[in-house]
Structure formats: structure tokens, C-alpha cells
């Protein structure tokens, strides 16, 4: 069987030998389906869906009717028959999208020349997500390595209302007027954003041994003070990591949400209210990595070490009876933020110490430990400090994705 061959859509006069080359390898990479399905050796291998990219929702100001969208990703684990969901999770009416496709980013809003793919839904170019709704899109054919730059572009004739994504993406995105959609060029993505709109999951298909780790957290998570457009969230270090290694652990979704608290709404729905969205419905999960704490501690509405380890148990309960394993990093200390208080580091030392000695997580990474100052352990090292005292810059980010034993997310 030939490999299909996909035109490219503009010309690549001038473009040197070595860019051409990189190019090609893209292409052939990310779409040669064809000739893998062909393969006897993987026609009888069991395979599934796997998580590569994920983002938690929450509402991003309002709709905007005839706007294109060119949203940067970076995918985990590589694999097959991309498919992507969108959301409607905060809207309050139904919003269409008429134009959606998947390729390649090459620089900027420019992507790899023929790489860009329309995406269908049931096998229609367009979908209606109802208000609360999501939707899947059918899988793509083809190949999507790991650590691709993907940029999925997306355009809808009548969004209004509020506006479901992830407000702090730590990436930049760009935005069009009108629908261009299906054009590599970056020409008429002239606007930027920090945003990711209406998309929060990519899967693809691969091995069935292959499973991911959600990350649940909050800005720490979401890479605040971490440099943008580099992927430098500690997520995306342990991403690197689980590349490089001996697991079958391969996919990571970055769901830390900034502010996000385990008890209570606020900045985004709880841990506890997001749970199922935003882990539990992800294909091909095998752990959960649990690092949220400090904002309930940090916002003096009392709550007690007692009542957070409660919120802590009942996201056990239910990722357990989900059939997936937990790991429980401790909360990590920020004396010098504004909200620090003696009262508030007195709950952190009392939550820390049960996820410790606990037993009931399946493993514990401990960020504190990881984190704190030799001199004074409650305040962050100026080494990692990324200057606020509370949020660890890069090499912060690369220490606690560095203390994560990778054996522990293998959940057996």
C-alpha cells in the first residue's frame, strides 16, 4: 500500500534543503496513516485512546460571532486518530462551529505545509454543542508524534455568551477575523492570544499499555511564573521525562487551574466539582496526580486541615471507584505571599503530615521537602522562587517534575 499524498497549499520555492527536509518528515509523520493500518504487525494489536493534551474549562469572557481560533498545543504521548473535544461546559446557549481542522505548527501561526486536515463530527463539517455540552470529534487518520506542536483551528459563525476555555494558557494563540481556518499561512492571524477557547482535550489512539497522568491542580500547576511559549510547566517536564523512560505511562493533561481551590468554586469549579470533566472522563487515565491545597489554606475563610483532608478523601473515594490510582504531593510553602499567615502555615504543616504518613494515597511526592528553604522550610528556595514567594519559576518547575517517581503513575 502507497502512503496517501496530501498537495501542499502553498508554494515552497526559496525554502532551503533543511526545511524542506523537516517538513516532508512532518507530513509523512503525522499522516501516514495509510501505510500503518497496512501493517500486519499492528492489525492485531490491541490499542485505545489516550489523553496527549488536556486543559481545564472555565469560563473566558464572551463569544464572539465570526471569530477564527488557531490554538497552540502541545501534545504528550504520541499516537494515532486524533481526535479532539470542544466545550460549551459554561455557556449558556448552544454554539456552532462550521470549520475545524488540525495540522502542524510550524512558527507562529504558520503551519507545516500540508499538514492542515479538516476535523469531523459524526461525519459533518459542523457541530452545534448545546449550553453544559461537549463534543467529540471523529478520528483523524494518520500519525501524531509526541511533542508536536499541534494547532487546532476553529471557527463559529454565532458564538455569544459566555465563552468556555482556559483563560492562562502560558502560550500564545492567535485569532482571526472571519474563517480561514483551512489556510497554513499565517497571514490573516495577525491577533494574539493567551487563551485557549472551546478546546480543553486531544487523544489519540495508541498501544493498549500505553495510559497518562492527570494532573489536578491549580496555578502551580498551570505554570503561572513559568516562561511562556517554551512549555516549561512542570507537567511539561514530566512529560519530557515519561518520553525518555521505561513506563508505559506516556500521555499528560495539565489540569491546574489558577486559584483553583479543592472545597470550594471560585477560579474555576472545585477539584471536587470538576473532578469528572476534567480527569475521570479522559480516555486511557491510569493516575491521577493530586497538588491543590495552598489556595484553600491561603484565603482565610478558616478552613480547617480536617476539612481539606476530607475534600482530599473523597477525591480518593471516587478516583479509586474509578479504578485508577492516586498520588498526593504535599503543599508547598510560601511564607512571604501577602495571605501568609502563622495560622494558614499551621494547617499546611497538619495536611502535609497526613498526606505523608496517611497511607491512603498509592504513592506521595513531596513538593515541601522539594521546595522549601534549608534556612527557613517555610518559604520557597530564592533558587526556585519565581518571585512571589508562592509560584516556582523554570528550574523550580523542573525540581518537582524531577522528584515524581515515574514507577508510582504506572498504577498497577
Same mark, same amino acid.
Given at each position: 500500500?502507497?502512503?496517501?499524498?496530501?498537495?501542499?497549499?502553498?508554494?515552497?520555492?526559496? /525554502?532551503?534543503?533543511?526545511?524542506?527536509?523537516?517538513?516532508?518528515?512532518?507530513?509523512?509523520?503525522? =499522516?501516514?496513516? +495509510?501505510?500503518?493500518?497496512?501493517? &500486519?504487525?499492528?492489525?492485531?494489536?490491541?490499542?485505545?485512546d489516550v489523553i496527549t493534551w488536556g486543559a481545564s474549562a472555565d469560563r473566558v469572557g464572551e463569544g464572539v460571532a465570526d471569530r477564527g481560533y488557531r490554538l497552540v498545543v502541545?501534545?504528550?504521548?504520541?499516537?494515532?486518530?486524533?481526535?479532539?473535544?470542544?466545550?460549551?461546559? =459554561?455557556?449558556?446557549?448552544?454554539? *456552532?462551529?462550521?470549520?475545524?481542522?488540525?495540522?502542524? !505548527?510550524?512558527?507562529?501561526?504558520?503551519?507545516?505545509?500540508?499538514?492542515?486536515? !479538516?476535523?469531523?463530527?459524526?461525519?459533518?463539517?459542523?457541530?452545534?454543542?448545546?449550553?453544559?455540552?461537549?463534543?467529540?470529534?471523529?478520528?483523524?487518520?494518520?500519525?501524531?508524534?509526541?511533542?508536536?506542536?499541534?494547532?487546532?483551528?476553529?471557527?463559529? &459563525?454565532?458564538?455569544?455568551?459566555?465563552?468556555?476555555?482556559?483563560?492562562? +494558557?502560558?502560550? *500564545?494563540?492567535?485569532?482571526?477575523?472571519?474563517?480561514?481556518?483551512?489556510? $497554513?499561512?499565517?497571514?490573516?492571524?495577525?491577533?494574539?492570544?493567551?487563551?485557549?477557547?472551546?478546546?480543553?482535550?486531544?487523544?489519540?489512539?495508541? #498501544?493498549?499499555?500505553?495510559?497518562?497522568?492527570?494532573?489536578?491542580?491549580?496555578?502551580?500547576?498551570?505554570?503561572?511564573?513559568?516562561?511562556?511559549?517554551?512549555?516549561?510547566?512542570?507537567?511539561?517536564?514530566?512529560?519530557?521525562?515519561?518520553?525518555?523512560?521505561?513506563?508505559?505511562?506516556?500521555?499528560?493533561?495539565?489540569?491546574? @487551574?489558577?486559584?483553583?481551590?479543592?472545597?470550594?468554586?471560585?477560579?474555576?469549579?472545585?477539584?471536587?466539582?470538576?473532578? %469528572? !470533566?476534567?480527569?475521570?472522563?479522559?480516555?486511557?487515565?491510569?493516575?491521577?496526580?493530586?497538588?491543590?491545597?495552598?489556595?484553600? @489554606?491561603? +484565603?482565610?475563610? %478558616?478552613?480547617?486541615?480536617? $476539612?481539606?483532608?476530607?475534600?482530599?478523601?473523597?477525591?480518593? /473515594? !471516587?478516583?479509586?471507584?474509578?479504578?485508577?490510582?492516586?498520588?498526593?504531593?504535599?503543599?508547598?510553602?510560601?511564607?512571604?505571599?501577602?495571605?501568609?499567615?502563622?495560622?494558614?502555615?499551621?494547617?499546611?504543616? %497538619?495536611?502535609?503530615?497526613? @498526606?505523608?504518613?496517611?497511607?491512603?494515597?498509592?504513592?506521595?511526592?513531596?513538593?515541601?521537602?522539594?521546595?522549601?528553604?534549608?534556612? #527557613?522550610?517555610?518559604?520557597?528556595?530564592? =533558587?526556585?522562587?519565581?518571585?512571589?514567594?508562592?509560584?516556582?519559576?523554570?528550574?523550580?518547575?523542573? +525540581?518537582?517534575?524531577?522528584?515524581?517517581?515515574?514507577?508510582?503513575?504506572?498504577? &498497577?
Open positions: 500500500m502507497t502512503a496517501r499524498r496530501f498537495p501542499a497549499r502553498r508554494s515552497l520555492a526559496g /525554502r532551503s534543503p533543511a526545511r524542506l527536509l523537516v517538513a516532508a518528515l512532518f507530513v509523512v509523520t503525522l =499522516f501516514a496513516g +495509510a501505510v500503518l493500518q497496512g501493517a &500486519p504487525a499492528h492489525a492485531a494489536e490491541p490499542r485505545h502541545r501534545t504528550s504521548v504520541g499516537g494515532s486518530d486524533l481526535r479532539i473535544r470542544l466545550t460549551n461546559a =459554561f455557556g449558556d446557549r448552544p454554539v *456552532t462551529f462550521d470549520s475545524v481542522y488540525a495540522g502542524v !505548527r510550524q512558527q507562529g501561526a504558520a503551519l507545516v505545509p500540508g499538514s492542515n486536515r !479538516r476535523l469531523r463530527f459524526g461525519g459533518a463539517d459542523s457541530v452545534t454543542i448545546p449550553a453544559g455540552g461537549t463534543a467529540l470529534s471523529d478520528p483523524l487518520s494518520g500519525r501524531l508524534p509526541a511533542a508536536t506542536d499541534l494547532a487546532v483551528s476553529l471557527h463559529s &459563525p454565532d458564538a455569544a455568551g459566555p465563552a468556555s476555555g482556559h483563560g492562562m +494558557a502560558m502560550q *500564545t494563540s492567535y485569532l482571526a477575523q472571519g474563517d480561514h481556518t483551512a489556510e $497554513e499561512s499565517a497571514d490573516r492571524w495577525g491577533a494574539t492570544t493567551g487563551s485557549w477557547f472551546y478546546l480543553d482535550a486531544v487523544s489519540v489512539r495508541a #498501544n493498549a499499555s500505553t495510559g497518562a497522568v492527570v494532573a489536578l491542580g491549580d496555578s502551580i500547576t498551570d505554570g503561572w511564573q513559568s516562561t511562556s511559549d517554551l512549555a516549561r510547566r512542570w507537567p511539561d517536564y514530566l512529560a519530557r521525562r515519561l518520553q525518555q523512560a521505561n513506563t508505559a505511562v506516556k500521555g499528560v493533561a495539565n489540569e491546574g @487551574i489558577s486559584g483553583n481551590k479543592v472545597l470550594a468554586d471560585g477560579a474555576g469549579q472545585s477539584a471536587l466539582n470538576r473532578l %469528572e !470533566r476534567d480527569v475521570l472522563s479522559h480516555p486511557g487515565v491510569r493516575t491521577v496526580f493530586l497538588f491543590e491545597g495552598v489556595n484553600d @489554606i491561603k +484565603a482565610h475563610t %478558616e478552613v480547617t486541615a480536617q $476539612e481539606l483532608i476530607a475534600g482530599y478523601r473523597e477525591i480518593l /473515594r !471516587r478516583v479509586h471507584a474509578a479504578g485508577k490510582c492516586v498520588v498526593g504531593a504535599t503543599v508547598a510553602p510560601f511564607e512571604g505571599w501577602s495571605e501568609w499567615d502563622p495560622a494558614a502555615e499551621t494547617v499546611r504543616q %497538619e495536611v502535609n503530615a497526613f @498526606i505523608r504518613t496517611s497511607g491512603e494515597f498509592d504513592a506521595v511526592t513531596d513538593f515541601d521537602r522539594i521546595l522549601r528553604s534549608p534556612y #527557613n522550610p517555610q518559604r520557597i528556595l530564592p =533558587f526556585f522562587d519565581g518571585g512571589d514567594h508562592l509560584h516556582p519559576n523554570d528550574k523550580g518547575m523542573q +525540581a518537582m517534575a524531577d522528584a515524581v517517581d515515574l514507577t508510582a503513575l504506572d498504577c &498497577p
